[in-house]
């Protein structure tokens, strides 16, 4: 049957396209709703991601792993990020050395700034503003950030310790004036991992202070111990990437380690699956690595995060009824 009319020249059972129709006062989560009775394109993916976050979400016995890559507080998702530590949508965060040095910077009252894409980056660097795309970080964030880790260096690296437990302790001290990813993480006891952590700006503060003769030890690879040890013990496993990158791979290399591969994922990046890297792979790539589950459930949204996220998370947090 097509439509309710029989399939002719022996075609199988298919479901119609149902067109989008905009009401007055819709909220997010019907908005979204509409889009993934489409069941196509880029807004049937979007409404079908929703779908599986809030599936996951409500399985009890599941673990969500979040990964996000990208300049997504220099793009203002950084509260977003919070909301969802704070009322346990996700379980485990992996993320980037840069995005850590965003949130530390905002956390210790800098800020970022509108710009222009088209600017004159020769004229920037004279006034020490660092581009992302058409948003602005000055370079004075830097000086701060040194300044912290100096004062607090003999807590945050009494003995050895792995990048995991830094996060834990940077976040313990993290001033309260200003909302913070790895100050929320520490509060709702999310584990946070971070494998690149010296590809930042938080690393090269931190190979500073050794250039001036301080000490420290970090056991890089005891991470992997603490990520492996919950990817086996958890009784489902899901996913949720934003962009792919490290945090993306370090979740599935826990999965194909791992006696489950995940059931359930979301993924949200521009990238493209044809170059054969990991930021733009198919979920269901990782079927052939053991790391998704092949009866799984599962979806790869093509867009742009500072658009997805706050869609998903608004529809999300409606459907799971969270202040």
Not at 86 to 113: C, I, P, Q, R
Not at 204 to 223: H, P, S, T
Not at 241 to 268: D, H, L, T
């Amino acid at each position: 049957m097509i439509g309710g009319h029989h399939s002719p020249h022996g075609r199988p059972s298919l479901k119609q396209v149902k067109q989008i129709t905009i009401a007055g006062k819709m909220s997010v989560n019907e908005l979204i709703a509409e889009m993934g009775q489409t069941g196509v394109m880029g807004s049937g993916r979007l409404g079908k991601a929703v779908d599986i976050l809030e599936t996951m979400r409500k399985d009890k016995d599941c673990t969500i792993f979040f990964g996000f890559a990208g300049a997504m507080v220099p793009g203002g998702m950084k509260n977003i990020i919070i909301d969802m530590l704070k009322h346990h949508v996700v379980d485990v965060l992996v993320t980037t050395g840069a995005s850590l040095t965003h949130d530390f910077a905002e956390a210790l009252g800098h800020a970022h700034y509108q710009g222009r894409a088209d600017a004159d980056d020769a004229a920037l660097n004279k006034q020490h503003l660092d581009r992302m795309y058409d948003s602005y970080m000055p370079n004075e964030v830097y000086g701060g950030m040194e300044d912290f880790l100096h004062m607090h260096y003999d807590l945050l690296f009494g003995e050895e310790i792995n990048i995991t437990e830094f996060l834990r302790r940077l976040g313990s001290i993290m001033p309260t004036d200003h909302p913070s990813i790895i100050r929320a993480c520490y509060e709702e006891k999310i584990p946070l991992f971070c494998p690149a952590l010296a590809d930042s700006g938080i690393g090269l503060m931190i190979w500073g202070q050794l250039a001036k003769g301080k000490k420290v030890k970090i056991l890089a690879f005891d991470d992997l111990r603490e990520i492996l040890d919950i990817a086996w013990e958890c009784k489902k496993a899901g996913v949720f990437y934003i962009g792919g990158g490290v945090p993306k791979n370090y979740i599935q290399q826990a999965m194909q380690f791992s006696p489950k591969a995940a059931e359930y994922g979301v993924q949200v990046t521009t990238d493209r699956p044809e170059y054969g890297g990991s930021s733009g792979a198919e979920l269901r790539e990782g079927v052939s690595w053991g790391k998704m589950n092949p009866s799984g459930n599962y979806v790869d949204v093509s867009c742009d995060a500072t658009i997805a996220l706050p869609l998903i998370y608004a529809a999300l947090k409606e459907r799971l009824r969270l202040k």
